[in-house]
């Protein structure tokens, strides 16, 4: 449906009780509407399409939501229309005083089946022959309390996310801060991961991870491009250039050098010298 569309406020619909558990099947909610009561929803079957308060969120069976706004919202099914089953239990709000309500479009997952059997009973007491309104309210109390865990639970292993990466980050960043300061030393997988204080394995698992590289991948890296720079910024001969990058080993600076830049050191300066000459004007 369209924002502009028509939105009709409806009521409850029971005087008898302040609390309603109705069960629906396909598309019976055809217009946009908004409502005052608290509305819990179940999904017990089939997937749909939540439009709420200009937003649309995927629903599907076991999730749950709720909707304490007066946001306008509708469902429309995208499977088949009979499949599609929810599990409506509207309360007015006198009777949840003091209640906390999530925004309509969280959802709550039915991983545990611990909201079905809350649901089911709900279903049951509403259906008895002389339902008590403060079992109901107890209900939807407890499934109330279940979401406010479930988002509590959410927030922490978010918070303990973030913490972990800043931590990755904060190693991560000191390891490349310690080759970038003794990339011309000779520097073994042990030496940085110690200069971190982490196991050699885990500070690899954690380039891997966050950079898509090894640490000695890295360090390669890094005294490539510095010894691309000292071939243009200094007279130094490449033999000078690999010491000071910290590679003792001639033969080996040159094959490192060539699969990085593919040229060797001379061919790499006498190329980008040529370049510079270009460039100049005049």
Known sequence: MRDNAMIFDIKMFDADYNIIVVKSVGYETVLRHSHSFVEIVYVKNGKA??????????IKKGDVFVIATSDAHSMRPVCEEKDFVIINIL???????????PPP???F??????YERIVNDLVAEYNADTPSEEILRHYVLCLLNLIGVERVSRLRKSE?????????NYYIQSAT??????????????DIASAVALYPAYLQKLFRENRNTGVIEYLIHYRMEKSSQFLLETTHTVEEISR?????????FYTM?????????????????RKAETAEPG
């Open 49 to 58: 399409v939540h439009n709420v308060g200009g937003k649309s969120v995927e």
């Open 109 to 114: 997952s039915d991983d545990s089946v611990r």
């Open 257 to 273: 050098f060539k699969r990085y830049f593919f040229m060797t050191p001379i061919e790499y300066r006498v190329a980008n010298s």
């Open 244 to 252: 000071l990058v910290g590679i003792n080993d001639l033969k080996n």
């Open 105 to 107: 479009t969280e959802l």
């Open 91 to 101: 309360c007015d709000k006198k009777v949840l005083e003091g209640a906390e309500f």
């Open 160 to 168: 303990i996310k973030q913490k972990k990466r800043h931590s990755i």
């Open 177 to 190: 801060g310690y080759i970038h300061e003794n990339y011309m030393k000779s520097l073994t997988l042990g």
